[in-house]
């Protein structure tokens, strides 16, 4: 028996051992709401114990009723969780305005070699490469712009799979504009929108002006920040970090 | 089968946006039915659900949760396919061979037994057991085992205010009917249950008055109760029916 069949012989004949065995996952996401500020670390026990009683009380039932099987089950609890952390954070506490925002990637903060901030960072990676997998077809063709903004060597890879049909001669001539051998031939930003406008023009059949997109890069920049910093708020990327966050994610 | 996953207002139903995280969670979107992937790549609100939701969830681990049921549905069909043509083979080696051992081998002199295989069998003496009759404390020892789980939920501070519980207090020994009584006024109807350390229901009941009489617990043992509305989970409690040894 795998862990979500098991998961669900729990949820369905056993509910209290269901509730039993995922402490540790609220432990988990409340852990997740103290990192984000949400919550002070002293009432996370607190929190704790009122997830456990409101799932106690009549949520496992609702559960009962309303899960599908068409996903995990691990996930539709964790759902649950969430939304409970949620609504305790905004009844019980008085703790509305966050006092703990932490930028992690302050220049004190990516600094610090601990052991903690190579988890966080690592943590940050990994929900800005979730982010990333939400723009689906758009996002070769965004993940090849956001290289060449952030100064990232781009490869043959990265432009094949935003111009499938690139040549290879078109493709020599992208890397060598936006992988420059020295300093002299370096490209300014209002350049590399010049380029990289070409080529949407040519295999994308578009006739768009590097203005037009510039602005669609500031549009999905603006979007990639939102979805990071989250709702309610756990995050304070602006351009800067997310820069600088985008380097780490494709060094 | 249709699979419904927009809501009227044309967003991602839960379902759907389950399906995403956990193809999120396993590194494997590919398999994320399309008309869902389509929608998230155009709908900004869509996009948030999910990467608020997968926010949350870091760290919650998704090792061998098992087959997805909707993202490896056709790799399952397959793999379901190919053991039964494994099986089948399988099936068909075996009769292939005991044909081919009963035309090779039918012909060859049969096994006798013979007295010396056969050994004798010595009779086991029966023993007289006395059955052991356990005392009282024995008979009921696990029935006082506490629950974690609901021991945690006991603590005064995480009661719901305004109310407070007359009796039983927690742990209190009582013995025959036990009565329940509070101090709270509400409109609804409140639902009280009574488990015990088996996390059986023993006794249930619904009242709009702040008092319900069990008549009597029927074992020894350590009882957890609790009360609450449709909505709200109002109060843990404990109480402990004791052993009397004759």
């Known amino acids: ?251 | 089968m249709q699979n419904n996953y927009f809501t009227q207002n044309d967003h991602l139903r839960e379902k759907a946006i389950f399906i995403y995280i956990d193809a999120l969670k396993r590194k494997n979107t590919e398999n994320i039915p399309e008309e869902i992937r389509d929608h998230v790549e155009e709908c900004h609100q869509c996009k948030k659900e999910i990467s608020d939701l997968y926010s949350s969830l870091q760290g919650v681990a998704y090792s061998d949760q098992g087959p997805h049921p909707t993202l490896e549905r056709e790799v399952d069909t397959g793999s379901t396919l190919s053991a039964f043509f494994r099986m089948a083979a399988v099936i068909v080696i075996v009769i292939g061979a005991g044909v081919l051992s009963y035309i090779l081998f039918t012909d060859t002199e049969p096994v006798v037994i013979t007295d010396e295989h056969v050994e004798e069998e010595i009779p086991v003496p029966e023993e007289e057991t006395v059955p052991l009759e356990p005392s009282p404390i024995e008979q009921y020892a696990s029935n006082f085992i506490p629950i974690p789980l609901y021991e945690g939920l006991l603590d005064p501070q995480f009661r719901t205010d305004g109310l407070s519980v007359l009796s039983p207090s927690i742990g209190q020994e009582v013995t025959g009917e036990v009565t329940f009584t509070w101090d709270i006024y509400f409109e609804e109807h409140i639902t009280l249950q009574v488990i015990n350390n088996r996390r059986e229901i023993v006794f249930e009941k619904s009242t709009i008055e702040n008092q319900i009489t069990y008549a009597e617990p029927s074992e020894p043992g350590i009882y957890y109760w609790w009360l609450e509305t449709e909505d709200e989970f109002l109060y843990v409690g404990k109480f402990v029916v004791p052993v009397y040894e004759e």
């Open chain 1, 1 to 251: 028996m795998n862990k979500n069949e098991h998961n669900i012989d729990l949820l369905y004949n056993h509910p209290d051992k269901f509730i039993e065995t995922h402490q540790s996952t609220i432990e988990i996401i409340a852990g997740n709401f103290v990192r984000s500020g949400l919550l002070r670390y002293s009432e996370k026990d607190d929190m704790a114990q009122y997830v456990n009683e409101k799932l106690i009380g009549s949520k496992i039932k609702l559960m009962q009723q309303h899960y599908d099987r068409s996903y995990y089950l691990i996930t539709y609890l964790s759902m649950v969780i969430r939304n409970l952390c949620l609504e305790y954070i905004s009844k019980k506490t008085e703790f509305k305005k966050k006092e703990v925002t932490v930028n992690v990637l302050d220049v004190d903060f990516i600094s610090d070699d601990s052991p903690t901030t190579g988890i966080i960072i690592n943590e940050e990676l990994d929900r800005l490469d979730a982010v990333l997998q939400l723009f689906h077809k758009t996002k070769p063709k965004l993940q090849l712009c956001l290289k060449v903004l952030i100064g990232n060597i781009t490869n043959a890879d990265d432009v094949k799979a935003a111009f499938p049909n690139c040549s290879n001669k078109d493709t020599e001539y992208f890397l060598n504009k936006c992988n420059p051998q020295s300093d002299e031939n370096l490209i300014n930003e209002k350049e590399m929108y010049v380029v990289l406008t070409g080529f949407f023009n040519k295999y994308g059949k578009k006739q768009n002006t590097p203005d037009a997109l510039r602005k669609w890069m500031d549009v999905k920049f603006n979007e990639i920040i939102d979805l990071m910093n989250g709702e309610p708020k756990q995050a304070e990327y602006t351009k800067e970090t997310l820069k600088i966050l985008l380097q780490k994610y494709y060094t």
